[in-house]
């Protein structure tokens, strides 16, 4: 149980396009989503914390009209990566928790490459 | 505010000997502390957690962790080690203090190689 996936795992796309990454909790239903950003050999960075039917929570520092993040549902978080450049290029990885649950789950990152 | 440190960021060990990974947290309130494993181009995978009871804590495959209170650690631990272990492992923390639900700090990581 508490299984996480994320689509696409890779995605290559050009600089100024959008790109759409889907979060989904396949077992259990996720009040809360987290968005991380992993650079090469660096920790993960916590961008934003997403409640479903509700606005995320973005960290400092993270420009939320760039990351668009929709939790539309208790299985489901979108990041949108809105107008792309070379230096968003990273790993990202979302996780998930139960509505009363202290522990997340992973799901298994997405390479985002800006060329 | 709630931190991780990691002060290695790389530990090497023959296969067969114990292996341990450091990890000391600082938190207001009371730690709720994880160690998750990432192995390339992948997610993070749970090893395990302590949120309170006993201080040695059992995870999977064969991994173990002591939680220090007065050393602030919880040092991830494992009596004989595999090549099949080499990955890299985060420390997180998460703080019940400061009503900073359940959001985690992570450390650097570490990364652990395990050679023949």
């Known amino acids: 149980g508490a299984v996480v996936s994320q689509h696409p795992s890779r995605v290559i796309c050009k600089s100024g396009t959008s790109v759409k990454i889907e979060c989904r909790s396949l077992?259990?239903?996720?009040?809360?989503m987290f968005w991380y950003r992993q650079f090469p050999k660096q920790s993960l960075m916590l961008m934003a914390t997403?409640?479903?039917?509700?606005?995320?929570?973005?960290e400092q520092g993270v420009e939320k009209d760039k990351f668009l993040i929709n939790h539309a549902s208790l299985t489901l978080s979108t990041l949108t990566v809105t107008s792309a450049h070379p230096e968003d290029s990273s790993f990202y990885i979302c996780?998930?928790?139960?509505?009363?649950?202290?522990?997340?789950?992973f799901g298994p990152g997405t390479r985002l490459t800006v060329l | 505010a709630q931190s991780v440190a990691q002060p290695e960021d790389q530990v090497n060990v023959a296969e067969g000997n114990p292996l341990t990974v450091k990890c000391t947290y600082s938190?207001?309130?009371?730690?709720?502390l994880f160690w998750y494993v990432q192995y390339p181009n992948r997610g993070l995978q749970f090893l395990l957690k302590?949120?309170?009871?006993?201080?040695l804590v059992k995870g999977s495959y064969g991994f173990e962790a002591e939680f220090n209170k007065s050393q602030t650690s919880f040092h991830l631990k494992k009596p004989s080690a595999l090549v099949s272990d080499s990955a890299l492992y985060f420390c997180?923390?998460?703080?019940?203090?400061?009503?900073?639900?359940?959001?985690?700090?992570f450390g650097t990581g570490t990364q652990l190689k395990v050679e023949l």
């Open positions: 997403s409640n479903e039917g509700s606005k995320a929570t973005y």
């Open positions: 938190v207001s309130g009371n730690p709720y």
């Open positions: 077992d259990f239903q996720a009040t809360t």
């Open positions: 997180a923390v998460r703080d019940e203090g400061t009503g900073g639900g359940n959001k985690l700090t």
């Open positions: 302590y949120i309170t009871g006993d201080n």
């Open positions: 996780s998930a928790s139960f509505p009363s649950g202290n522990e997340q789950f």
